[in-house]
């Protein structure tokens, strides 16, 4: 059906002028065609933007790992679902077929289930790229229970957050990961997450670097005995279309880590119309996404996406830079890789080294790239359709959130014809609208603004956990009846959209989303510190760079600079984790303060990026004298 394959520019405008004009409709025809429902739904979409409250699918039930397993089993049993490369390329890559999956998500189910995991109960996993995480998260998903994977960067304190704010009663780990020549010690930062987790009862561990490691009694147990002693089929639990699938944190701009909220109906059908669409993926393609499962990208693009089309998925164990910087390309040519989806920031750090590395290797099986996580530069863009994909293979710039589920505004590749740094065009089902400071909706082109939604899409997280007024409070109340982004955007003369970057108090380093406040927050714990402001300013590789502008207490104010610095990194890795380390620290007597307390960030961001010639307004300031300061001093 052509409504759920995109194949030139004028279908692509005919399907979207479809799913504008009748959304339910055109959802209703893609939930009806390609995919497996116990029982069908009452009611396609209801939907209150002032509650929120948004239900897809209403009285549906079906379960998204028979939709994304056991339906491919008949004639894709022996195709290869989840090909793992791991960290080392000595090591053999494996080939995880269909029935092996299923296989192996059954015993792990059993596994759980044994363990007293029902219908509901919270999981965290935390786990390094390897197929236990993928198991993990699908045998979750096949007793109903709802995962919560935490990225494997995180420190323990980021983990006993998380663990504590979903409940959950079990967690899923390894002794340990790769990561290039290094191993990281993961039982042990569970461990100690956990002496802050009374309601945690049961860990399982997997085994990866066979490391020496304390097993808790009656805590703790290995997963391969008791994954060996499980039974290989398992019922899946007949869920609900809006029973929730799993909860992922991501970083708000003030207070603790939001946790996203999303459901099972439609959540698979988007996120499966979507991967097909944007990676034009086709039987016996080998798609990569580079991604860590830990993400919102690994979870809809490595796992749920393509598992549901029946497609081979690429899971990484390792890192781009080891043994080389060839890695990558390697990894291309050695599995025939015909879509590869990567953030601009690897990109970026690549582009810096040697063309050899690239040169070296056949990368003629790729027909589609793809990046996805901030914003990418020209420079890369380029650099990225020259070398890696020879100019023979589309870019699709895709644009999306932990929040919306599923990709929103990419090309259509072979469709959409691309231009560098634009997300181009809403994908079927999407609407965005640009808004103005006054509230109101921009209409025409050119135009700049605040980048919404105006219509609700099947893979919108519905809450966030335990906190539903402040899910409306961050994306339904900035703008009235309409889902707003915290980014900014430029539409340009023939309607494609180029997301510009946040205009909130987030900033995204390496692709990642970094609130101000938790990291503030942590600083103001060292003993030595009384303030702390952060602010970010372009960088080569990462896209952002943190600056911190840090007052000390008087007792700190004798102590070495450099050692201070090497502190409050310390602290900063221990409360969030070393992907939150400040680049620049600058020391000062004060922070520019409005005469209500309000530090003035905009200023702030100015000095950091080296932008003073206009500094704007500085009469509403409390102390304009500190402004001075920090210029003379900045670093
Ligand atoms: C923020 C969401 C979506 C999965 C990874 C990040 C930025 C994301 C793009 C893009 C420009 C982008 C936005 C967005 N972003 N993709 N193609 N072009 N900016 O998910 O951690 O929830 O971050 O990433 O600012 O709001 P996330």
């Known amino acids: 059906m052509s409504n759920y394959h995109i194949k030139h520019l004028e279908e692509y405008f005919?399907?979207?002028?479809?799913?504008?004009?009748?959304?339910?409709?055109?959802?209703?025809?893609?939930?009806?065609?390609?995919?497996?429902?116990?029982?069908?739904?009452?009611?396609?979409?209801?939907?209150?933007?002032?509650?929120?409250?948004?239900?897809?699918?209403?009285?549906?039930?079906?379960?998204?790992?028979?939709?994304?397993?056991?339906?491919?089993?008949?004639?894709?049993?022996?195709?290869?679902?989840?090909?793992?490369?791991?960290?080392?390329?000595?090591?053999?890559?494996?080939?995880?077929?269909?029935?092996?999956?299923?296989?192996?998500?059954?015993?792990?189910?059993?596994v759980l289930s044994e363990k007293g995991i029902k219908k509901g109960d919270r999981v965290v996993i935390y786990l390094p790229m390897i197929p236990e995480l993928a198991?993990?998260?699908?045998?979750?998903?096949?007793?109903?229970?709802?995962?919560?994977?935490?990225?494997?960067?995180?420190s323990s304190t980021a983990l006993s957050t998380r663990i504590n704010d979903c409940g959950a009663k079990m967690v899923i780990t390894s002794d340990g990961s790769y990561r290039g020549k290094k191993t990281i010690d993961l039982k042990g930062i569970v461990d100690e997450a956990l002496n802050d987790c009374p309601d945690v009862e049961t860990v399982l561990v997997a085994k990866?670097?066979?490391?020496?490691?304390?097993?808790?009694?009656?805590?703790?147990?290995?997963?391969?005995?008791?994954?060996?002693?499980?039974?290989?089929?398992?019922?899946?639990?007949?869920?609900?279309?809006?029973?929730?699938?799993?909860?992922?944190?991501?970083?708000g701009s003030t207070g603790k880590p939001k946790g996203m909220l999303h459901t099972t109906g439609g959540y698979m059908i988007y996120t499966a119309y979507t991967f097909k669409n944007v990676f034009q993926y086709r039987e016996n393609d080998i798609y990569w996404c580079t991604a860590d499962i830990g993400w919102i990208t690994g979870h809809s693009y490595i796992i749920y996406g393509p598992l549901a089309n029946g497609a081979t998925t690429v899971m990484f164990e390792g890192v781009p830079s080891y043994p080389d910087f060839?890695?990558?390309?390697?990894?291309?040519?050695?599995?025939k890789i015909t879509q590869f989806y990567t953030a601009p920031t690897a990109i970026r750090a690549l582009a810096k080294e040697n063309l050899d590395f690239i040169k070296k290797y056949d990368l003629s099986s790729l027909k589609v790239l793809g990046t996805v996580g901030e914003p990418i530069?020209?420079?890369?863009?380029?650099?990225?359709?020259?070398?890696?994909?020879?100019?023979?293979?589309?870019?699709?710039?895709?644009?999306?959130?932990?929040?919306?589920?599923?990709?929103?505004?990419?090309?259509?590749?072979?469709?959409?014809?691309?231009?560098?740094?634009?997300?181009?065009?809403?994908?079927?089902?999407?609407?965005?609208?640009?808004?103005?400071?006054?509230?109101?909706?921009?209409?025409?082109?050119?135009?700049?603004?605040?980048?919404?939604?105006?219509?609700?899409w099947p893979s919108m997280a519905r809450s966030i956990w335990g906190n539903h007024q402040r899910y409306k409070d961050t994306y339904f109340s900035a703008f009235e009846n309409k889902y707003f982004t915290g980014d900014g955007a430029l539409r340009d003369e023939v309607g494609y959209y180029r997301i510009t970057g946040r205009v909130d108090d987030v900033i995204i380093v390496s692709g990642h989303n970094l609130?101000?406040?938790?990291?503030?927050?942590?600083?103001?714990?060292?003993?030595?510190?009384?303030?702390?402001?952060?602010?970010?300013?372009?960088?080569?590789?990462?896209?952002?760079?943190?600056?911190?502008?840090?007052?000390?207490?008087?007792t700190g104010e004798s102590r070495d600079r450099d050692n201070l610095r090497k502190e409050i990194n310390q602290v900063i890795t221990e409360h969030i984790g070393p992907i939150a380390k400040l680049d620049k620290i600058q020391f000062t007597s004060g922070l520019p303060k409005t005469r209500s307390g309000k530090i003035m960030r905009r200023i702030l961001r100015k000095i950091a990026s080296k932008d003073t010639g206009n500094l704007g307004d500085t009469s509403t300031l409390l102390n304009p004298e500190v402004v001075e300061e920090i210029m003379e001093e900045a670093l």
């Open 326 to 335: 060839g890695r990558f390309w390697e990894i291309v040519q050695k599995h």
């Open 135 to 154: 198991v993990s998260v699908l045998a979750c998903a096949r007793i109903g229970a709802i995962h919560s994977v935490v990225f494997a960067g995180f």
């Open 14 to 110: 005919q399907v979207y002028r479809k799913s504008v004009r009748d959304p339910e409709n055109f959802w209703e025809e893609v939930a009806e065609e390609h995919f497996v429902w116990r029982k069908k739904w009452d009611k396609v979409l209801e939907w209150d933007f002032s509650k929120p409250e948004i239900k897809w699918f209403q009285g549906a039930q079906l379960n998204i790992t028979e939709n994304c397993i056991d339906r491919h089993l008949r004639i894709r049993g022996e195709k290869t679902a989840i090909l793992f490369e791991p960290n080392d390329p000595n090591e053999e890559a494996e080939n995880i077929t269909y029935k092996d999956l299923h296989g192996r998500v059954c015993r792990m189910a059993n």
């Open 515 to 554: 609130g101000t406040a938790p990291i503030e927050d942590a600083i103001n714990e060292h003993p030595a510190v009384a303030e702390s402001a952060i602010v970010g300013f372009p960088h080569d590789i990462k896209g952002n760079a943190l600056y911190g502008y840090v007052t000390l207490k008087e």
């Open 208 to 251: 990866r670097i066979d490391s020496k490691i304390d097993m808790k009694a009656g805590r703790d147990e290995w997963l391969a005995p008791l994954l060996e002693g499980a039974y290989g089929d398992f019922p899946p639990e007949v869920m609900d279309a809006e029973d929730p699938l799993f909860i992922l944190y991501t970083s």
């Open 377 to 456: 530069n020209e420079e890369a863009w380029h650099w990225y359709n020259d070398h890696v994909g020879e100019k023979q293979c589309p870019i699709v710039d895709t644009w999306w959130q932990t929040e919306t589920g599923g990709i929103l505004i990419s090309p259509v590749p072979f469709s959409t014809p691309t231009k560098p740094t634009y997300a181009t065009l809403p994908l079927p089902g999407v609407q965005p609208a640009l808004m103005d400071e006054k509230g109101a909706e921009i209409k025409g082109n050119p135009a700049d603004g605040r980048l919404c939604i105006k219509y609700p």
